[in-house]
């Protein structure tokens, strides 16, 4: 199965969409007929994919690989460092995007495979520019990430908007889905789906829409387009790592001296050591697939409190204070916190907060206004669902800032690798959810 079919087949069998426009993204990959692709357009009905655009105008994946590791000295989606994309995109709203913008632009529409291509002078003489525009000034690294960001932007607008009249039977399509390493730039996603939504299109973008989708992507469109298996209704869910027992998180706790644990805490009481500025790791069954932490691995805390953030990002994820944090909102109150209503199950829209509302949610606001929202409904994660609800009752604000499990590695899996990232932290408070099992730190 071809590569941007397998992200398209992923991202619209779980779309639940009977039909949709499908966008893919990312820095290339191989179709069936041995045709190199990065960007693609397919059209989904009911069980079947139809391919209707495949496309290398302009290799963005490839872009953002070769500034993060020719430029930035960053991990790129496949180094052993993980995929550092997002630090660039939060850098971005610090920067001038106009200072590099026609240098950018020369890099646009360069149709070349790759940009590790150290024998080419062209390419050296890219590296060399930028790096010595950083050595000027370490200033420059947000006007150029600023720069990058905004050909991201236009060049993704540009090209749907120009494949999004497509019809079945003559009825338009007005659901679009996007798939890709690219689309996990929720920034130009959000901006994107605003113009969507306004002109009354549905959009969805799933929980694996880079590489680690394509597996599934291929499943599926073996089981529906191949082999034409009536489609059925999908679960959105993203939790489909393996359930630990009661009694491998207990016997686990048992070869640690360090800890105090209390029985029997419920979520009402979560919710007090929340408002009295604790922050509390939540280890809940099966973990996330995708990127994202989303509420069975994820650290969390009041996002009323601005100093939360440079809290977390200083003594709990040791990573830079212009990183934001994401929010984890009641899905029914987003139209009242956020400038438009938007689905975001698995944190894949940057979406400005209300202006009348930031002031109320500092923590979670970044530079530009806006917060990569995970929308939280009951069938999506009950108790998540329901400890957010009581924190709404409580203090009005209809949500929890939200951060993956980790410190610079990754999300914590097991209940040991919970345990040591909890005590090599600052984070107050370690809950097993299904346990009703808080663990503190022995003074």
Not at 188 to 217: H, M, T, W
Not at 348 to 363: D, H, L, Y
Not at 382 to 398: H, Q, S
Request: proline share 3%; net charge negative; with cysteine.
């Amino acid at each position: 199965v071809g590569h941007h079919t397998c992200h398209a087949s992923s991202v619209f069998i779980n779309s639940n969409f009977q039909d949709s426009t499908i966008f893919t993204f990312d820095g290339g990959g191989f179709e069936t007929d041995c045709y190199l692709a990065t960007n693609c357009v397919f059209v989904g009905n009911n069980n079947k994919l139809h391919p209707i655009y495949k496309g290398y105008t302009c290799n963005i994946g490839s872009i953002w690989t070769f500034f993060l590791q020719q430029i930035f000295d960053m991990g790129f989606a496949c180094s052993p460092m993980g995929d550092e994309s997002g630090t660039i995109m939060a850098m971005s709203s610090f920067g001038d995007k106009n200072k590099y913008l026609s240098k950018m632009n020369e890099l646009k529409y360069d149709n070349l495979w790759g940009w590790e291509e150290s024998r080419n002078s062209k390419y050296n003489n890219f590296i060399n520019f930028f790096r010595d525009e950083i050595e000027k000034s370490n200033e420059n690294k947000f006007h150029i990430s600023a720069s990058l960001q905004h050909i991201t932007e236009e060049f993704m607008s540009h090209f749907v908007f120009s494949h999004l009249d497509n019809s079945i039977n003559g009825q338009q399509i007005k659901n679009v889905c996007f798939s890709g390493g690219v689309s996990l730039n929720c920034v130009s996603l959000g901006k994107i789906s605003k113009i969507l939504i306004e002109r009354g299109y549905n959009v969805f973008c799933d929980q694996a829409p880079n590489d680690s989708g394509l597996s599934i992507g291929a499943a599926k469109y073996t089981w529906y387009h191949i082999l034409d298996n009536p489609r059925v209704q999908e679960r959105h869910t993203s939790y489909l790592g393996k359930t630990y027992t009661s009694s491998e998180i207990l016997d686990t706790l048992t070869n640690y001296e360090n800890l105090t644990i209390t029985q029997d805490i419920d979520l009402d009481k979560v919710v007090d050591l929340l408002t009295g500025s604790k922050i509390i790791s939540l280890f809940n069954e099966g973990s996330e697939s995708g990127k994202r932490a989303l509420g069975n691995r994820s650290i969390i805390a009041d996002p009323r409190f601005g100093y939360m953030k440079d809290l977390i990002n200083l003594k709990v994820k040791h990573r830079k204070s212009y990183r934001p944090f994401a929010p984890s909102v009641l899905r029914e109150e987003v139209p009242n916190w956020f400038e438009f209503d938007i689905d975001s199950p698995y944190m894949s829209f940057a979406v400005p907060v209300r202006e009348e509302k930031r002031q109320f949610v500092p923590a979670i606001l970044h530079n530009d206004n806006t917060a990569r929202l995970q929308t939280v409904t009951q069938q999506d994660n009950g108790y998540y669902y329901d400890l957010i609800k009581m924190f709404f009752e409580k203090t009005g604000v209809p949500m929890l800032l939200n951060t993956s499990f980790n410190n610079q590695e990754p999300i914590v899996e097991t209940p040991k690798h919970a345990i040591d990232c909890f005590l090599n932290t600052q984070i107050d408070y370690l809950y097993f959810v299904k346990e009703k099992l808080l663990v503190s730190k022995s003074v």
